[in-house]
């Protein structure tokens, strides 16, 4: 299964936010998507950051999450993008590193899906 | 399709269980503790679910911190207890990988404790995620 290409098994309904928004409105919209990470785009809609559960698990650590704390403060600014020709097997690395959420991008650095942990564990199921 | 019980033995060996990737040490928090203290717990020791220590199946994810901080509640007054998942379903060691992917595609989690008689680790997405990439 390591040839199979990320477009095979990558999320397409991706949830975005904007960089100035409040870090409660971002929680509630993770939640309601049933995700767990939302892209963070500029205006023009080239991906600036990532929010991951893992980002709102920091912010629990060290700041008030009821205080205005924007999206861009906590955001992952460090992102391992993936094009969707790329194969599962070139996804190793960044996980092995640490990465669950790699989005991918077009040749403009737009986000045209996503590849989180939960969607290699989906492929493999059906993959069994 | 027609197996021979010794190619189905040794097609069972081949193949990777929850023994081989789950995470361990079971790592646990009291269900009295701040949010704050969990969060610091899973932050710095880079731990995405909590076993909480009721004796019921509860855990403490990532998620339930998600959910924490939309509804603006305070880390130092809120309590695992208050946002935990309660009744969460379980896998034993020798489960083969693929069965773990497909319940937790079915069930919609990232997270299912690993117990044998008694809580010994617990299997992430991430977890299955790294062993197949």
């Known amino acids: 299964m390591n040839d199979v290409p990320v477009d095979r098994l990558m999320s397409t309904d991706l949830t975005t936010i904007e960089r100035g928004a409040a870090a409660a409105d971002a929680a509630e919209q993770m939640r309601e998507s049933g995700g767990s990470s939302l892209l963070v785009l500029d205006s023009d809609g080239a991906l600036a950051g990532l929010i991951t559960a893992t980002d709102f698990v920091a912010l629990v650590r060290d700041n008030d999450p009821k205080d205005r704390t924007p999206v861009e403060a906590f955001m992952t600014t460090d992102v391992v993008t993936v094009g969707r020709e790329d194969t599962v097997a070139e996804l190793a690395e960044p996980t092995a590193h640490g990465y669950t959420h790699l989005p991918v991008t077009d040749g403009d ?3 045209i899906g996503m590849v989180s942990t939960t969607d290699l564990t989906a492929y493999l199921s059906r993959r069994g | 399709m027609k197996h021979g019980n010794t190619q189905r033995g040794m097609d069972l060996d081949d193949r990777t269980r929850v023994a081989d990737v789950m ?27 909590l076993v909480v220590t009721t004796g019921g199946g509860c855990i403490l994810t990532q998620s339930d911190v998600v959910g924490a901080v939309a509804d603006g509640s305070d880390p130092e007054a809120t309590t695992v207890r208050d946002v935990m998942t309660e009744d969460v379903e379980t896998v034993t060691p020798d489960l083969m990988l693929e069965e773990v992917a497909a319940m937790m595609t079915m069930y919609g989690v990232k997270h299912l404790p690993v117990v044998d008689d008694d809580y010994v680790g617990m299997m992430s997405s991430t977890d299955i995620a ?3 990439s």
């Not at chain 2, 269900?31 to 704050?36: C, G, Q, S």
């Open chain 2, 23 to 49: 995470s361990t040490p079971l790592e646990t928090i009291g269900a009295d503790a701040p949010l704050r203290e969990a969060a610091r717990r899973m932050r710095d020791e880079n731990i995405s679910a």
């Open chain 1, 109 to 111: 650095d737009r986000p």
């Open chain 2, 130 to 132: 790294a062993h197949i």
